[in-house]
């Protein structure tokens, strides 16, 4: 829902810093890789019970996750590049609910294994989308430019990025809040649903 508009904030500042990564030699899929291995990093923080230290490399990831897309702008873009990237941010964003039942599987066990089951349905709808907007030719550019549709939801990145940080501040009610992200995540997952039967029924 907020892809769009902070994409505008973070676009230009992203392109610039893009391209001077890109004349001093890095790589697209080099970036993705550092951005997934800090997100990693991040997760196995929060497992040992740091969270408040694993927000520098949780937002540095992210960081590096928006740069990787402006130093293939700059560069190449390439099919692989894009799947590359989108299967690190995917496991990026299971690491980080699978860190905190990890850290206390008695108390988070069970809202973090329905936080994980809601963005595993949700991430299934945005990549079926993206398969049948594909197939039947259709583009967008609202959350920038990608290698594939991204259709838009209640909860996008940036949703979910403010909703790690939330959850790295306030460790101690991990709970309601997995609970409540998650019924968000089926309701943009159910939606989007509703939207390709919609667009997409011969």
Same mark, same amino acid.
Do not use: C, E
């Given at each position: 829902?907020?892809? =769009?508009?902070? =994409?505008?904030?973070?676009?230009?500042?992203?392109?610039? &810093?893009?391209?001077? $990564? #890109? =004349?001093?030699?890095? *790589?697209?899929?080099?970036? *993705?890789?550092?951005?997934?291995? $800090?997100?990693? %990093?991040? #997760?196995?923080?929060? @497992?040992?019970?740091?969270?408040?230290? @694993? +927000?520098?490399?949780?937002?540095?990831? =992210? &960081?590096? !996750?928006?740069? !990787?897309?402006?130093?293939?702008?700059?560069?190449?873009? *390439?099919?692989?590049?894009?799947? $590359?990237?989108? @299967?690190? !941010? /995917?496991?990026?964003?299971?690491?980080?609910?699978?860190?905190?039942?990890?850290? !206390?599987?008695?108390?988070?066990? @069970? #809202?973090?294994? /329905? +936080? %994980? *089951?809601a963005f595993y349905f949700n991430g299934t709808s945005f990549l079926g989308y993206a398969i049948l907007a594909e197939k039947h030719g259709h583009k967008t550019d609202a959350q920038g430019q990608k290698s594939l549709y991204y259709s838009n939801g209640i909860l996008e990145g940036t949703e979910t990025i403010v909703f790690f940080v939330i959850l790295c501040l306030l460790p101690q009610i991990f709970v309601p809040l997995a609970w409540i992200f998650g019924a968000l995540c089926f309701a943009t997952a159910t939606l989007r649903i509703y939207a390709a039967k919609q667009i997409y029924t011969d």
């Open positions: 829902m907020l892809d =769009r508009h902070a =994409r505008h904030l973070i676009d230009p500042p992203l392109n610039r &810093i893009g391209r001077d $990564l #890109a =004349r001093r030699g890095f *790589t697209a899929n080099g970036v *993705t890789l550092i951005g997934l291995a $800090l997100g990693l %990093l991040a #997760a196995a923080l929060i @497992a040992l019970g740091m969270p408040m230290l @694993a +927000l520098a490399p949780l937002l540095a990831s =992210r &960081i590096a !996750d928006g740069l !990787d897309g402006a130093v293939a702008r700059a560069t190449q873009k *390439t099919d692989f590049g894009g799947y $590359l990237d989108i @299967a690190a !941010d /995917f496991l990026f964003y299971g690491a980080i609910p699978l860190a905190f039942v990890l850290h !206390d599987p008695v108390a988070n066990g @069970a #809202a973090g294994a /329905f +936080l %994980l *089951t």
